[in-house]
């Protein structure tokens, strides 16, 4: 394989976020290729309107002549922006300070952090200036979850001072809002929500350690977290000795509780998924459009060609030097080239195998492998492979990646029936489940016998997976408790 395949091939696998970095890499490399600039592009389209206008003229017997007028200079835009909009009207005799408007910063809004939020409350409590410099590094060490995972141990020695004052600035800052921040461990974010809401157990009192008619809350919290997780409740009934009544009712009551209290001041920047192509339907026609916005159009340098091409006082050194460089630039334009046309290929092949699913939906998504699409255009599996890597596409049924239309098939009990995708099963189980009783979820056999009735044939630890994936509980996890 030579080297210029290598590189073609790895161009082809790349991601639109990776292409253009390494476009920009060999911009940077290569002297010889140059980004066609947006000067260029403006010329171009320029060019064109004149020539669609001048076609239209002639069309219609009239001749139009536009003036193009040189760039304003530097005096003449500070004359146009001497009346400032920002200024409501006033008179130009009224000198206007930038310094009287607020900065580009301060005209963004963004929502507080959790830091940001509890800093602010420090800020507001009557505290001395040590504490305040000790309640900071707490702050500071609070996880995106609101728990603080450092140990006191070590706050008090990097603020130089006693384990008792990092211990009373925890404490003042458990007060804070979100109820529940600053704790150490889940029982204890808990137990703080509990001190917030003033929470009491529904029903009668029970005094399960002698503490007081909210001890089945604190019992449950310190003992039977996993069995409520569970929703063993008939077991944590007969262990702490209350009724099952009172167990659903303090459950009702932690089940109100932030686990993750810093949850709601936590901004998971999603990444912004931009699509390698369009589909869309026309006049009845599909349309397959390139996304070429943002990537570098790429040419080669025409001083260097040039200079090339003039021969002359030219080293020899020198030539060989750009000759190296043109052919480089050469094969990544070509290479960009072939990249674009394949990616269109296996585009078009997709929309062939499964064009029902772009006009119905997930209900008739086929099953798919690499091997039919490469033979249907003409190509090997691992060249399919490389091009679905990373590539996304905007279609009818929303932002999907090219990998998405790649699945196994499930199969069907009637004779001579087409296969079912195995994610048009995943989304019969999703349903099923969304339909289930409350009371009595569906186990994985009760799912199987269901999809068996509806001539679909898959195993119990098949049906497991799908609802593993799906992000489905077992149906011990799922059973809930009456209202």
């Known amino acids: 394989m030579t080297p210029q395949l290598q590189q073609a091939i790895k161009l082809l696998q790349l991601s ?9 890499q060999h911009l940077m490399e290569n002297p010889l290729l140059e980004e066609v600039g947006a000067d260029q592009e403006e010329v171009e389209s320029v060019a064109e309107a004149k020539e669609v206008a001048a076609a239209d003229g002639e069309a219609s017997g009239e001749t139009e002549t536009t003036e193009f007028t040189e760039p304003l200079s530097s005096e003449e835009w500070d004359n146009y922006y001497e009346s400032d909009w920002r200024a409501g009207g006033a008179s130009q005799s009224s000198p206007i300070n930038d310094e009287d ?8 809004t963004r929502p507080a952090s959790l830091e940001e939020h509890l800093l602010w409350q420090l800020r507001l409590s009557s505290v001395s200036e040590e504490e305040q410099a000790i309640g ?7 996880d995106e979850d609101g728990y603080i995972r450092t140990s006191l141990e070590e706050i008090a020695e990097d603020t130089h001072a006693s384990l008792h004052q990092v211990e009373n600035a925890l404490d003042l800052i458990q007060t804070f809002d979100p109820p529940g921040v600053a704790a150490r461990d889940l029982q204890e974010c808990l137990n703080i929500q509990l001190r917030h809401l ?13 503490t007081g008619p909210d001890s089945l809350l604190k019992t449950i919290i310190a003992n039977h977290l996993t069995d409520l997780q569970k929703k063993r409740y008939p077991l944590i009934a007969k262990e702490v000795g209350v009724s099952l009544e009172e167990v659903y009712d303090a459950v009702h009551i932690i089940e109100g509780l932030e686990p993750k209290p810093g949850r709601p001041y936590f901004s998971d920047t999603n990444q912004i998924i931009i699509p390698d192509v369009f589909v869309f339907k026309d006049e009845g026609e599909w349309v397959v459009l390139l996304n070429e916005d943002g990537v570098p159009r790429v040419q080669i340098s025409p001083y260097y060609k040039q200079m090339m091409s003039g021969g002359g006082d030219t080293p020899e050194s020198t030539k060989v030097y750009l000759d190296d460089k043109i052919r480089g630039a050469q094969w990544i334009i070509r290479s960009l080239d072939q990249r674009n046309k394949t990616i269109l290929k296996v585009v078009r092949s ?3 195998f499964q064009e029902p699913f772009l006009d119905k939906g997930i209900q008739h998504l086929k099953p798919l492998v690499l091997k039919q699409v490469a033979e249907d255009v003409g190509m090997h ?3 399919i492979s490389r091009v679905t890597t990373n590539k996304y596409m905007y279609c009818p049924q929303g932002m999907l990646e090219l990998k998405f239309f790649f699945n196994a098939g499930i199969q069907r009990s009637d004779p001579g029936a087409e296969d079912l995708s195995s994610l048009t099963v995943r989304e019969l189980i999703r349903e099923m489940v969304a339909l289930e009783s409350a009371k009595k979820p569906l186990k994985d056999q009760e799912i199987v016998a269901r999809l068996k009735h509806r001539g679909i044939i898959i195993a119990r630890r098949t049906v497991a997976k799908y609802r593993a994936e799906l992000n489905i509980a077992p149906a011990s996890q799922r059973k809930r408790m009456p209202s």
């Open 136 to 142: 900071t590094v707490l702050i500071g060490n609070i």
């Open 16 to 24: 639109r976020l990776e292409l253009q970095q390494t476009l920009s």
């Open 381 to 383: 599996e691992s060249t």
């Open 350 to 352: 997709l929309i062939h």
């Open 101 to 108: 408007f607020p900065s580009f910063e301060q005209t963004l």
């Open 198 to 210: 003033h929470y009491g157990l529904v029903g009668r009192a029970h005094s399960a350690n002698g």
